[in-house]
């Protein structure tokens, strides 16, 4: 059919969707049946330039209002393998097309129009069929092709699109491009209004000091205490000074007077203050209520003499629950005849006053509820006003017609769509100071109302509006209003229902745009967790989609390029998972000795609260959505990974400590005389237990064998975690192997020497001892000289290993290097390569104190413990 004959809001939304790429032929309204579920879709036949495809949209509501509202689900190049079978389905509301092979089957409504509108549907896609048939017959004769490349470049920037709208968050979400858009719409149902009694007071004070004057009498006047008070002074001070200065600072006096005149049934805080020169603004609130005031700024605009701020105003601004308010104190422009001028400073502070920054602020207008307090300096016209003070008249409606504010507002020059309360008190200036009579100076002044209080803004109700006679410090009177003020505030109850109503709605549109990853179980526990034992755990997902989705476990730290702990090994770190299909990911933990170091610096670092928990992996699925996995565990402490120096010092197994208890002790300084001629205890025992067992006829040590997969381990890890004194509990094979494994695991190497210091020293007996005395610290020396004089010893003894074995296998195990090179590389990276060179030098550093008749020890015969 004609698009032109369609819907008009459909029409001008999938045109807006391919307004770049190509040309909408046709459009056809239909659905598809998923098991019970009836899934809306749009049909648009596009074209461009000299190929055709049939696009299908999910839609998520009639008529779509923008291009967000249509999804593209599939997309079919009109070719060779495409046609349309419509007619054994005429009578079943339904037609079926076939891309390469595969059939797919709409539906429609049976009405007239809809069977109209679908004979014409299918006769424009026959019609695009020949086309392509022709164009393919001639670019075949011309040897070119047909391309359909933009259908694959539309997809790409629709998905793109999609990817870049997703709603950020750790948790699930829907993937709907105006959520926001629609949960605006439906304010009315969710925003209610809760009153707030907001008190506005001005006062032109003369430049009267603060300290004998009460203002109780003129900030307690409500019988309920106000929610917010904004409080404006002017002519608090005007000197030559202060104005060439362009004073801002605070006058605390001014501050501190307001908030102990403010009514004495609540607590209040100051909010914030603003002044410049004379005037100033004092914003307090209720205690409680400044927790729900956010994004508050202050702003002043000079106006006045050369700008220097003797007239101008200053503002508040700030956010109460949903609704903003902005509260201006001003002092305009004096004299009778300045009305233009004061009409100027009112228009610059309007166009002027700015809350916030360059990138995000707001004006005056932008606000929901605006209060503007303070000498507005509007006189009144006419010698009426004389002959009214005369007659000591008080029908203040006579004097109305002249009031400039008034007249000046009737002819919308100023305070547009303001609104003032009706005022029933006597002209607030201009009196004689500590009286209550009108001026009596030369000048005479006509009494007037100058000060002023309006307001802009729905839902504002005008309590009271009056002035103050009794305080007569200055030649003005103060003036307060008071107002009830119905604030937005969001209803989190009826927020939520409605949040769940629209992802609901959206339900469909997730359900056809993102992959379906169900993961049975987010939480693995792995129990205690032992040295040098491996624990595994199983992670079965599925895709529960109707789509194919790939997945992988997300690095977490770009520097780092891991996506979990060392200790723990993923069988599956990325895959592909067709629709309905399981997949089982086997997680192993296993802290050996190139991990353990791993696991203690993370148990160090770990909160208390959390130590249990090892790692959290991120199951990421392409343009889906991250499942996030908590690994837990609690592992035991062994000897196995602990420093030299801190095994010395432990005088309990260490299974009994807790990890904070090793840290206490790791800082602990170890004692002079331990340092000289003692080894670690599990040293000693092992080393011991093979100088007492039969070991000339067991190859204890073989080169390149692996050491820490023995069957006998956890029984000898726990006897020397525990201190037992229960016998050896394996051979000496097992002890030999436990002995490596021991040396291997420790998170400072015996011997720490640059690959420099080992090459150089070789085989140099000399040298090497005098490397040894002076690099290695006490305990260090210690444990490799002891070791060397086992291995010699067992060399005597006859055991079945070449001295040159010997020296390779425990070469590697006791010299390593955490030494930077002059290259900034480390040094251990190259000495842990166990290259043939390395090796080599490795081995002749052994054999200088393996090989050498003149080798001697000078320590008594102790080693950390007692031999019994």
Same mark, same amino acid.
């Given at each position: 059919?004609?698009?032109?004959?369609?819907?008009?809001?459909?029409?001008?939304?999938?045109?807006?969707?391919?307004?770049?790429?190509?040309?909408?032929?046709?459009?056809?309204?239909?659905?598809?049946?998923?098991?019970?579920?009836?899934?809306?879709?749009?049909?648009?036949?596009?074209?461009?330039?000299?190929?055709?495809?049939?696009?299908?949209?999910?839609?998520?509501?009639?008529?779509?209002?923008?291009?967000?509202?249509?999804?593209?689900?599939?997309?079919?190049?009109?070719?060779?393998?495409?046609?349309?079978?419509?007619?054994?389905?005429?009578?079943?509301?339904?037609?079926?097309?076939?891309?390469?092979?595969?059939?797919?089957?709409?539906?429609?409504?049976?009405?007239?129009?809809?069977?109209?509108?679908?004979?014409?549907?299918?006769?424009?896609?026959?019609?695009?069929?020949?086309?392509?048939?022709?164009?393919?017959?001639?670019?075949?004769?011309?040897?070119?092709?047909?391309?359909?490349?933009?259908?694959?470049?539309?997809?790409?920037?629709?998905?793109?699109?999609?990817?870049?709208?997703?709603?950020?968050?750790?948790?699930?979400?829907?993937?709907?491009?105006?959520?926001?858009?629609?949960?605006?719409?439906?304010?009315?149902?969710?925003?209610?209004?809760?009153?707030?009694?907001?008190?506005?007071?001005?006062?032109?004070?003369?430049?009267?000091?603060?300290?004998?004057?009460?203002?109780?009498?003129?900030?307690?006047?409500?019988?309920?205490?106000?929610?917010?008070?904004?409080?404006?002074?002017?002519?608090?001070?005007?000197?030559?000074?202060?104005?060439?200065?362009?004073?801002?600072?605070?006058?605390?006096?001014?501050?501190?007077?307001?908030?102990?005149?403010?009514?004495?049934?609540?607590?209040?805080?100051?909010?914030?203050?603003? !002044? %410049?020169? @004379?005037? #100033?603004?004092?914003?307090? &609130?209720?205690?409680?209520?400044? *927790?729900?005031?956010?994004? /508050?700024?202050?702003?002043?605009?000079?106006?006045?003499?050369?700008?220097?701020?003797?007239?101008?105003?200053?503002?508040?601004?700030?956010?109460?629950?949903?609704?903003?308010?902005?509260?201006?104190?001003?002092?305009?422009?004096?004299?009778?005849?300045?009305?233009?001028?004061?009409?100027?400073?009112?228009?610059?502070?309007?166009?002027?006053?700015?809350?916030?920054?360059?990138?995000?602020?707001?004006?005056?207008?932008?606000?929901?509820?605006?209060?503007?307090?303070?000498?507005?300096?509007? !006189? %009144?016209? @006419?010698? #009426?006003?004389?002959?009214? &003070?005369?007659?000591?008249?008080? *029908?203040?409606?006579?004097? /109305?017609?002249?009031?400039?504010?008034?007249?000046?507002?009737?002819?919308?020059?100023?305070?547009?769509?303001?609104?003032?309360?009706?005022?029933?008190?006597?002209?607030?200036?201009?009196?004689?100071?500590?009286?209550?009579?009108?001026?009596?100076?030369?000048?005479?002044?006509?009494?007037?109302?100058?000060?002023?209080?309006?307001?802009?803004?729905?839902?504002?109700?005008?309590?009271?509006?009056?002035?103050?006679?009794?305080?007569?410090?200055?030649?003005?009177?103060?003036?307060?209003?008071?107002?009830?003020?119905?604030?937005?505030?969001?209803?989190?109850?009826?927020?939520?229902?409605?949040?769940?109503?629209?992802?609901?709605?959206?339900?469909?549109?997730?359900?056809?745009?993102?992959?379906?990853?169900?993961?049975?179980?987010?939480?693995?526990?792995?129990?205690?967790?032992?040295?040098?034992?491996?624990?595994?755990?199983?992670?079965?997902?599925?895709?529960?989609?109707?789509?194919?989705?790939?997945?992988?476990?997300?690095?977490?730290?770009?520097?780092?390029?891991?996506?979990?702990?060392?200790?723990?090994?993923?069988?599956?770190?990325?895959?592909?998972?067709?629709?309905?299909?399981?997949?089982?990911?086997?997680?192993?933990?296993?802290?050996?000795?190139?991990?353990?170091?791993?696991?203690?610096?993370?148990?160090?670092?770990?909160?208390?609260?959390?130590?249990?928990?090892?790692?959290?992996?991120?199951?990421?699925?392409?343009?889906?959505?991250?499942?996030?996995?908590?690994?837990?565990?609690?592992?035991?402490?062994?000897?196995?990974?602990?420093?030299?120096?801190?095994?010395?010092?432990?005088?309990?197994?260490?299974?009994?400590?807790?990890?904070?208890?090793?840290?206490?002790?790791?800082?602990?300084?170890?004692?002079?005389?331990?340092?000289?001629?003692?080894?670690?205890?599990?040293?000693?025992?092992?080393?011991?237990?093979?100088?007492?067992?039969?070991?000339?006829?067991?190859?204890?040590?073989?080169?390149?064998?692996?050491?820490?997969?023995?069957?006998?381990?956890?029984?000898?890890?726990?006897?020397?975690?525990?201190?037992?004194?229960?016998?050896?509990?394996?051979?000496?094979?097992?002890?030999?192997?436990?002995?490596?494994?021991?040396?291997?695991?420790?998170?400072?190497?015996?011997?720490?020497?640059?690959?420099?210091?080992?090459?150089?020293?070789?085989?140099?007996?000399?040298?090497?001892?005098?490397?040894?005395?002076?690099?290695?610290?006490?305990?260090?020396?210690?444990?490799?000289?002891?070791?060397?004089?086992?291995?010699?010893?067992?060399?005597?003894?006859?055991?079945?290993?070449?001295?040159?074995?010997?020296?390779?296998?425990?070469?590697?195990?006791?010299?390593?290097?955490?030494?930077?090179?002059?290259?900034?590389?480390?040094?251990?990276?190259?000495?842990?390569?166990?290259?043939?060179?390395?090796?080599?030098?490795?081995?002749?550093?052994?054999?200088?104190?393996?090989?050498?008749?003149?080798?001697?020890?000078?320590?008594?015969?102790?080693?950390?413990?007692?031999?019994?």
């Amino acid at each position: 059919m004609n698009p032109d004959q369609h819907d008009p809001a459909i029409i001008n939304t999938v045109k807006q969707k391919f307004r770049v790429c190509g040309t909408i032929l046709a459009i056809f309204q239909g659905y598809q049946i998923d098991g019970d579920r009836r899934k809306n879709r749009l049909l648009v036949i596009v074209r461009s330039e000299s190929s055709s495809a049939l696009f299908t949209f999910s839609v998520v509501r009639y008529p779509p209002e923008s291009v967000s509202d249509l999804t593209v689900v599939s997309a079919y190049p009109i070719n060779a393998s495409f046609w349309v079978n419509p007619v054994s389905c005429l009578h079943s509301r339904q037609f079926t097309i076939f891309s390469n092979n595969e059939p797919i089957v709409y539906y429609y409504e049976d009405s007239p129009d809809a069977i109209a509108s679908r004979d014409n549907f299918i006769g424009k896609l026959k019609l695009e069929i020949t086309e392509y048939m022709c164009n393919s017959t001639q670019t075949s004769v011309t040897g070119g092709s047909i391309d359909f490349e933009w259908v694959d470049e539309f997809k790409r920037a629709e998905m793109l699109s999609l990817n870049q709208n997703i709603t950020d968050g750790s948790q699930a979400k829907p993937r709907n491009f105006h959520f926001e858009e629609e949960l605006q719409k439906r304010r009315n149902e969710y925003i209610v209004f809760k009153q707030f009694k907001i008190y506005t007071g001005t006062w032109n004070v003369n430049g009267q000091l603060a300290e004998d004057i009460d203002l109780k009498e003129w900030l307690s006047t409500t019988e309920d205490p106000p929610d917010i008070y904004a409080v404006g002074l002017q002519e608090i001070e005007f000197s030559a000074e202060k104005v060439i200065l362009n004073e801002t600072k605070i006058d605390r006096t001014w501050v501190n007077k307001i908030m102990s005149g403010l009514h004495s049934g609540a607590k209040y805080k100051e909010l914030t203050s603003v !002044r %410049l020169v @004379g005037m #100033m603004l004092t914003v307090a &609130v209720k205690a409680p209520l400044k *927790d729900h005031i956010s994004d /508050f700024w202050t702003a002043a605009v000079p106006t006045g003499l050369i700008n220097r701020g003797n007239k101008g105003g200053v503002g508040v601004s700030f956010q109460l629950n949903e609704s903003l308010l902005c509260f201006v104190n001003v002092h305009l422009a004096a004299h009778t005849q300045e009305v233009e001028r004061r009409n100027e400073d009112h228009d610059e502070i309007i166009q002027s006053m700015f809350f916030g920054n360059t990138m995000e602020g707001r004006f005056i207008d932008d606000h929901h509820h605006i209060f503007w307090i303070g000498d507005l300096n509007y !006189r %009144l016209n @006419g010698d #009426m006003t004389q002959a009214f &003070v005369s007659e000591k008249n008080n *029908d203040y409606n006579q004097l /109305f017609p002249f009031d400039q504010l008034y007249l000046e507002k009737f002819r919308e020059k100023i305070f547009q769509n303001y609104n003032e309360g009706k005022i029933t008190f006597a002209p607030t200036y201009k009196y004689d100071p500590g009286t209550d009579n009108w001026d009596s100076s030369e000048k005479k002044r006509s009494p007037a109302w100058c000060d002023r209080i309006l307001w802009k803004g729905s839902q504002i109700d005008l309590l009271k509006y009056d002035s103050v006679m009794q305080l007569r410090k200055s030649d003005h009177k103060p003036v307060f209003a008071v107002f009830n003020v119905n604030i937005e505030t969001k209803d989190d109850e009826k927020l939520k229902k409605v949040r769940i109503e629209l992802l609901k709605t959206y339900d469909e549109y997730e359900n056809d745009n993102q992959p379906q990853l169900i993961v049975r179980q987010t939480e693995l526990n792995f129990g205690y967790i032992r040295f040098n034992e491996k624990f595994s755990r199983e992670l079965i997902i599925t895709n529960n989609g109707h789509v194919p989705l790939k997945f992988k476990f997300a690095v977490k730290d770009e520097r780092l390029n891991k996506v979990c702990e060392e200790f723990i090994q993923i069988s599956h770190e990325s895959g592909e998972l067709p629709t309905g299909n399981s997949l089982s990911i086997w997680i192993d933990v296993f802290v050996g000795a190139k991990t353990i170091s791993y696991m203690l610096q993370k148990l160090k670092n770990a909160d208390k609260k959390m130590k249990s928990r090892l790692d959290i992996l991120v199951l990421r699925v392409e343009n889906g959505r991250d499942t996030f996995i908590t690994i837990y565990g609690e592992y035991i402490l062994s000897c196995f990974g602990v420093s030299l120096e801190t095994l010395l010092k432990l005088n309990k197994p260490i299974c009994e400590y807790e990890i904070n208890e090793l840290i206490t002790l790791e800082k602990k300084e170890v004692q002079h005389n331990l340092s000289v001629d003692h080894i670690p205890r599990e040293i000693w025992r092992l080393v011991n237990y093979l100088n007492n067992s039969d070991v000339e006829s067991v190859k204890l040590f073989t080169l390149n064998q692996p050491h820490s997969n023995h069957e006998k381990f956890p029984e000898i890890r726990d006897w020397l975690d525990s201190w037992s004194s229960e016998a050896f509990p394996g051979g000496p094979r097992s002890a030999a192997e436990a002995l490596l494994l021991f040396l291997e695991s420790l998170p400072q190497p015996v011997v720490d020497i640059s690959v420099q210091d080992c090459k150089v020293c070789e085989d140099d007996y000399a040298k090497c001892r005098e490397l040894i005395r002076t690099k290695l610290k006490p305990v260090n020396r210690q444990v490799f000289l002891y070791i060397c004089k086992f291995l010699k010893e067992l060399r005597k003894r006859g055991c079945l290993v070449r001295l040159e074995e010997l020296a390779t296998i425990f070469g590697k195990v006791l010299i390593r290097s955490t030494q930077p090179t002059e290259a900034g590389t480390t040094a251990g990276k190259e000495m842990c390569s166990y290259t043939e060179g390395v090796r080599d030098m490795r081995q002749k550093f052994m054999m200088a104190f393996l090989k050498n008749e003149g080798f001697r020890f000078g320590w008594s015969n102790k080693f950390g413990i007692s031999k019994t």
